[in-house]
């Protein structure tokens, strides 16, 4: 059992996330900008406790950050001297609105590359939960999705992996923190092949794999 | 019946491409930087017939680019002029040798939005076949991966997807031009997954699409 917080917690992303964590038997703290939002969540979908983002950073093994590309400087800014050594997964996609189904990555290469210039040095980002939709992930179905992880801490990279078991998705190793573009970037084509090929939620499968964890 | 000539058509992947066209019924001339090399190859794998790059890009409904990176803005130079009104398919993925597992996009975003500036204005530029091996597209194996199509110009992207079918591949538009950095930035993670997950030419498949094109 680890002890993970969830950062923007309430919002669709993340709640499903803390849902899904919790279930899998972890002690989960959905953060938010207020705790008595960030409790409301949290007793709603069983996770231990909720607390503002900052509080809910601190002294974890786990701290997910799910925001909105537009709140990603600033949310990194405010949980930098709390995460400490935990493992930070940052889930971001650097989507542009009003026009989401357009591949529009930062000039640094992604969201992720930017992230690991917002934390300190040495921490242990991991980049990871682009692709699978949260719609689906806050029920219990099925999801017909793999999740990408990267990292260039192979440790901690395993660690996520092994979450994304524990709430009955198949994760794979994507390899560098880098090659976060392309699951970011992907993200994208998926929205875009929603409303093209009548989709409610596409996901994405890699084939061919002799010695990947199982499809869940 | 289409008249394509395919690029650089004597290495792995246009080799494997003009293979299924030509037994898709399609009229394709390989191209090369000799004429005999590219003779032989078409005699090798059915082709109509070879010629030099220049003259496989003329008189064409589709010319289709397979050359490596280092070759892709000198070969878009050579065939600029003589490609005319022809729908022009880039598979060039930007790899940098020799670290082909880690994404690494062009400042442009991607070779698909570099092969636009290297064409005349107007151009029917299409960006596809990234992801397929090259070694299994060569037999008449089944292909458990799905072809993404990238174009702005919407006739072109259908017509490619179109050819796609012709070659028992699914194809699937992927939207805008720009969002072909997203299947260039997979390629990387593929080669990856290779490595890490023991795979013979990993696969990606687009799921939940109810109003997509058959698997084949």
């Known amino acids: 059992m680890a ?3 969830v950062i ?12 899904r964590l919790a279930k899998g038997g972890h002690d989960v703290t959905i953060g938010s900008r207020s705790a008595e939002s960030a409790q409301a969540a949290a007793e709603e979908i069983g ?3 909720g607390a503002t983002n900052d509080d809910a ?15 990603h400087a600033g949310t990194f800014a405010q949980i930098k001297d709390a995460v400490g050594n935990a493992i930070v997964v940052d889930t971001t996609v650097p989507l542009v609105p009003p026009k989401v189904m357009r591949v529009q990555l930062p000039a640094a290469g992604s969201a992720a590359v930017e992230a690991q210039g917002y934390l300190a040095e040495g921490a242990r980002l991991v980049s990871a939960f ?35 078991g524990d709430m009955e998705l198949r994760g794979l190793s994507g390899g560098a923190l880098v090659n976060s573009a392309a699951a970011e ?27 990947a964890p199982p499809i869940q």
């Open 3 to 5: 002890s993970i917080g």
């Open 8 to 19: 923007g917690g309430t919002g669709a992303l993340g709640k499903a996330i803390a849902r």
């Open 47 to 49: 996770a231990a406790g």
């Open 57 to 71: 950073a601190r002294d974890k093994d786990v701290v997910i950050v799910t925001v909105p590309y537009s709140a």
């Open 130 to 164: 682009h692709s699978v939709a949260a719609h689906k992930l806050i029920h219990d179905e099925k999801i017909d999705c793999d999740v990408l992880v990267f990292s260039d801490d192979v440790e901690a990279r395993g660690v996520v992996v092994g979450l994304c």
């Open 185 to 211: 970037a992907l993200t994208s084509i998926l929205i875009y092949m929603n409303k093209t090929y009548g989709a409610d939620g596409a996901g994405v499968r890699f084939t061919g794999l002799t010695k």
